[in-house]
């Protein structure tokens, strides 16, 4: 703009040889550039002022709840660490158990196998018994026990 006014200012020169109402226009016309530039540079600060009011509310009100939320979010970070170990100390557990139950299976499996041939002895044993002998015998025996107490005064 400056070169603008430079140019203007040469032809009203030439145009009317340096006349002093030249000189006064121009001279308005710069004071009326310095009050537009006056203006502008107001309403710059203002909105750089707003903007600086925005940033300092935000921080104001904004950055507590968000230091809030971070620590809840490493509390809750924490709390699932150490959810994270007691399941695997617990899956440990398992394992151990898993292992025990195993040893014990194996155990009782190896205990039926050596004593199955026992069980199978005695329960060949115990069909073998001659039980209609058995019963024979034992009215044999209360018929026997029926005639002694006859005997006796009891």
């Not at 009203?12 to 030249?22: C, K, T």
């Not at 660490?81 to 194996?106: C, F, G, P, W, Y």
């Not at 001659?130 to 006859?150: H, R, T, Y």
């Amino acid at each position: 703009m400056s070169e603008e006014l430079k140019s203007e200012e040469m032809q009203g020169q030439a145009a009317n040889g340096g006349s002093e109402s030249n000189e006064a226009a121009l001279l308005r016309e710069l004071i009326d550039l310095q009050k537009k530039e006056a203006r502008h540079s107001r309403v710059v600060s203002i909105l750089m002022l707003l903007v600086l009011v925005f940033f300092v509310v935000v921080a104001v009100i904004v950055l507590p709840k968000v230091l809030i939320t971070l620590g809840e979010a490493n509390t809750a970070i924490i709390q699932g660490q150490q959810a994270l170990t007691r399941v695997d100390e617990e899956m440990d557990n398992i394992s151990e158990m898993t292992k025990s139950i195993t040893k014990t299976s194996n155990g009782v499996n190896d205990m039926l196998e050596t004593n199955m041939e026992s069980v199978s002895s005695a329960v060949k044993q115990i069909g073998s018994i001659d039980f209609e002998g058995l019963n024979s015998a034992i009215g044999d025996l209360q018929n026997a026990v029926k005639s002694l107490s006859s005997f006796l005064p009891f």
